[in-house]
């Protein structure tokens, strides 16, 4: 049947889940990083999470598709532990009596600041790609912490990490997350933390952490998404660690060019890891001429 649906543009979706909980029925879901439409039949097509995203990856289209069905909805909810569609101010007669209009996406603040910055701080959506801000170095939920002093272990007991922000993962990260406000950035190569043993206390401490392989990941992709968290954050400076090996020059080379297509002149320092865990050179802009 010829009906209205979600549509979700990859390319604009940054993976901050914020419509998955906008979403009564569960029909998003993030699968990769991604907001996923995971079947035509959960969604009603009236468009509750259109307002929740705070990168306008979400229009209503019309296509020909199954028909909305509410059985499958409820029975999908209740296997993924959700509240049924009753439990949700009567949503359930509401598909049947007068469509609710869709809300209008929401003027995005300057700045780095997002309407829905709030509910990503208090979780909801994936749990892999809720922003919080962590309780690491003592910081609080916004803003990194300059020169905080790494945290001593008790004698007999484990260093405590100094991660403060979640998700690290590059790809899931979204440049609207409030801790990069302000933040000192550490972008890491994710196999440089197993190979030098102090990455907490050397690397990261008073830091925001965010990784990725370029090896492995798109690095256009990471670069779109750099350049974006450069534009909308005042970051302080930006710290690359990776490895020695040939494939993390890509790493080195999409934070340049990010730093570059942002407009904004942000101190960045490399630093390479040897394979064996140690420091084999450590550069800042002003020594590399960058």
Not at 107 to 112: F, H, I, L, T, Y
Not at 135 to 156: H, L, R, V
Not at 201 to 220: E, T
Request: charged share 20%; aromatic share 4%; net charge negative.
């Amino acid at each position: 049947m010829l009906r209205n649906i979600v549509r979700i543009d990859e390319d604009k979706c940054d993976g901050c889940g914020l419509c998955v909980t906008a979403c009564a029925e569960g029909a998003i879901q993030i699968v990769d990083g991604k907001a996923r439409l995971v079947k035509d039949q959960y969604c009603d097509g009236l468009g509750a999470c259109l307002g929740e995203c705070p990168r306008d990856a979400i229009t209503i289209e019309q296509r020909d598709t199954e028909a909305f069905d509410e059985q499958a909805v409820e029975r999908h909810l209740a296997s993924i532990g959700r509240p049924g569609l009753g439990q949700h101010g009567g949503a359930g007669q509401a598909h049947e009596q007068t469509p609710k209009p869709a809300p209008q996406p929401q003027p995005k603040p300057a700045g780095g600041g997002c309407p829905g910055a709030a509910a990503m701080m208090l979780g909801g959506g994936c749990p892999g790609s809720t922003a919080r801000a962590l309780g690491g170095n003592g910081a609080g939920a916004t803003g990194a912490m300059p020169g905080a002093a790494t945290p001593e272990a008790a004698p007999g007991e484990s260093r405590p990490s100094t991660l403060r922000n979640w998700p690290v993962q590059l790809k899931l990260v979204s440049p609207m997350a409030p801790y990069l406000s302000g933040a000192r950035l550490c972008i890491a190569a994710d196999c440089t933390a197993f190979a030098y043993a102090d990455f907490h206390k050397d690397m990261l401490a008073g830091k925001v952490c965010l990784i990725g392989c370029p090896k492995l990941d798109d690095v256009g992709y990471y670069l779109e998404k750099l350049t974006a968290i450069m534009q909308h954050n005042e970051i302080e400076s930006v710290d690359v660690v990776y490895m020695e090996v040939p494939c993390c020059g890509g790493l080195v080379r999409a934070v340049r060019q990010a730093i570059a297509d942002s407009g904004r002149d942000i101190p960045l320092t490399l630093t390479k890891v040897g394979l064996e865990g140690g420091i084999v050179e450590k550069v800042s802009t002003q020594q590399a001429g960058l």
